[in-house]
């Protein structure tokens, strides 16, 4: 088994995920098997090979370093779970 | 003929025709979506009739006065990965129930420029994660193929997925089309399993600006329709440079419906050996022979190909894939949009809304992900995959440099019920055994209804093409459409 319930822990945290200490070690055994499965890529020899992060063979686009679209701060805090006048606000961060 | 059995192609001449008016096609459709919904097959999260009606009234209007777009007044179903300005957008995912988007995503922009009308958004796998439509926070999708009475059902069927809602809804009857998105086949599979139509265009074909984004590198919109030719028409719509997209390409989009009935005598069609896997389903097998034999007599050469990292493929995209969606997810704070569960502090706030927001299936993905991208792991997993990755494409160059088109089955079975492969995540991602290389490279691929299992459940077959050739995929598609001659409908429709 490649992850443990410790291992579970730090990356839920890493993620900013709660994991119910209960369901820690289902999790853990559900993420080995997926893992141990994946380690048949093992069997391949990559030495040499450019890794292909995209799949289109032109470069990115440039555009020009324009301001082309702004004002819209209602648009963005529509949504917002809680906010005040122009800011999303969250739980207090300093004392 | 109900107006419902209508295709797209034959609804835009009825319209035309002033056979029927946008009005009664959409009041129809509504009828349908509210049957479907009466039925508990729950293939929608949003329905919209309100602005289906209004949509349908100024679709006449525009047609009165010789102003309709190219497919103006057809009732088609959103998925709800798609932002819908105005009208609320989930992903499928508990974190985002309350979501309304402030903005349109270019490709419905772009429909509704062309005039369609919008039923609805469509149940899905959250954001996409899932071939069964069963990893939802809105409860699964039940396909109309389970019989009858589907909600009643003793093996009530999964529609496929991640765009189970869309299949579903065209399948049934209940949508004239619909936009899918597919990052490992969740246009394709479920269309093969609703026996309908499913297309993944070339990555970079159409704009994925205001689809919520899963896995940036592979996700790609999807067309899901009962003929080739519709989808040759919804394409041509969606298709199209987008500078709001820096992945998106700048190519002119050609007239794909024209290639649709082409002649393929001549074309060659490789079949990838490595496709015969351990355990394929005889029937499956047995079909995709048929689909050799049918582009066989339809004039083309059938040529033996080999993609030798085809086995690799899924474990790839099971680092690239979580590792891509554990970034994109992380988005979801519970500060910005969303549904905020409160903490003692600001780090509790993120986990507890984190930690309730996702599924199950969400929540791995994204530890997954973490875990791949983590310091210490990050060569030996998320690298080492981008390695493989680019295997898997050269095997692909290679083999389209000796064929123009690749022929292999879409799925490897028809349907099974909901609930089942559910204990096994291994067992569920291999549903996307023969779907998920053309998401790792970036080529377009198609789903045409072939069969029937002796089940009586569809069985589909896939083309795949060269990147940006979506016209010489068409020609093949609507050749072997010819020669399948599938006209099954489900036992429950609209």
Redesign the interface.
């Known amino acids: 088994m490649s992850?443990d319930a410790k291992?579970?822990v730090k990356?839920?945290?890493?993620?900013?995920?709660?994991?119910?200490e209960e369901e820690q070690k289902q999790?853990a055994s559900?993420?080995s098997?997926?893992?141990d499965?994946?380690e048949?890529?093992n069997e391949?020899d990559?030495t040499g090979?450019?890794?292909?992060?995209?799949?289109?063979d032109?470069n990115?686009?440039r555009?020009e370093d324009i301001v082309n679209d702004g004002g819209?701060s209602e648009?963005?805090l529509?949504?917002?779970?809680?906010r005040t006048a122009d800011f999303?606000t969250?739980?207090?961060?300093v004392e | 003929m109900k107006l419902t059995d209508l295709s797209i192609t034959e609804a835009l001449i009825g319209l035309e025709a002033k056979k029927f008016s946008a009005a009664e096609l959409t009041d129809t459709y509504i009828k349908g979506v509210e049957k479907s919904e009466d039925a508990g097959l729950n293939i929608f999260i949003t329905r919209t009739p309100e602005i289906a009606r209004r949509q349908a009234k100024e679709s006449d209007a525009r047609r009165a006065a010789g102003k309709a777009g190219a497919l103006d007044g057809i009732p088609i179903a959103i998925k709800d990965l798609f932002c819908t300005k105005g009208t609320r957008t989930t992903a499928g995912s508990h974190i985002l129930t309350n979501f309304v988007p402030t903005y349109e995503s270019t490709v419905t922009q772009k429909l509704f420029d062309a005039g369609i009308v919008m039923l609805g958004k469509t149940n899905q796998d959250e954001f996409g994660f899932g071939t069964a439509n069963v990893n939802t926070a809105f409860g699964p999708v039940i396909s109309p193929w389970s019989g009858p009475d589907p909600a009643k059902a003793a093996r009530k069927l999964i529609p496929g997925g991640s765009s189970g809602g869309s299949a579903a809804a065209v399948a049934g009857r209940f949508a004239m089309a619909a936009t899918g998105t597919d990052t490992g086949g969740s246009s394709r599979q479920p269309a093969a399993m609703t026996g309908i139509v499913g297309m993944k265009p070339t990555y970079g074909r159409c704009s994925r600006w205001g689809i919520i984004a899963f896995a940036s590198s592979l996700d790609q919109a999807g067309v899901m329709t009962r003929t080739v030719a519709d989808t040759a028409l919804m394409l041509k719509v969606m298709a199209g440079f987008d500078p709001k997209d820096s992945t998106s390409v700048d190519k002119p989009v050609p007239d794909f419906l024209s290639a649709v009935g082409q002649s393929i005598k001549g074309m060659k069609i490789g079949i990838p050996r490595e496709y015969s896997i351990d355990g394929l389903n005889p029937e499956v097998n047995l079909l995709w022979d048929k689909g050799i034999a049918m582009m066989k007599s339809a004039g083309a050469e059938i040529i033996d190909i080999s993609l030798p990292h085809t086995k690799y493929a899924l474990p790839v995209y099971y680092i690239i894939a979580p590792a891509e969606a554990s970034s994109n997810l992380a988005r979801y704070d519970g500060v910005r949009y969303g549904v905020r569960v409160p903490g003692e502090n600001l780090s509790s706030m993120y986990e507890n809304t984190r930690g309730a927001g996702f599924t199950k299936e969400g929540r791995r993905r994204i530890l997954i992900g973490t875990y791949v991208l983590s310091a210490g792991y990050y060569d030996a997993y998320y690298l080492k995959a981008q390695k493989v990755r680019r295997l898997l494409r050269n095997d692909f160059d290679e083999a389209l440099k000796k064929c123009d088109v690749l022929l292999t089955p879409t799925a490897p079975s028809a349907a099974f019920a909901i609930g089942e492969k559910q204990d096994d995540p291994v067992q569920m991602y291999l549903e996307d055994v023969f779907t998920i290389s053309l998401n790792l490279v970036g080529l377009p691929g198609i789903s045409v209804p072939a069969g029937l299992a002796s089940n009586g459940l569809p069985l589909g077959l896939q083309l795949i093409g060269r990147a940006f050739d979506e016209t010489t995929l068409f020609k093949a598609a609507s050749a072997l459409e010819k020669a399948a001659g599938f006209n099954h409908k489900p036992p429950f429709t609209a």
């Open positions: 992850i291992t579970v990356i839920a945290h890493l993620a900013r995920l709660k994991i119910p999790v559900e993420l098997k997926i893992l499965w994946i048949q890529l391949i990559v090979i450019e890794p292909l992060a995209n799949v289109n032109e990115l686009r555009r819209k648009d963005i529509a949504n917002a779970p809680a999303f969250v739980p207090k961060v």
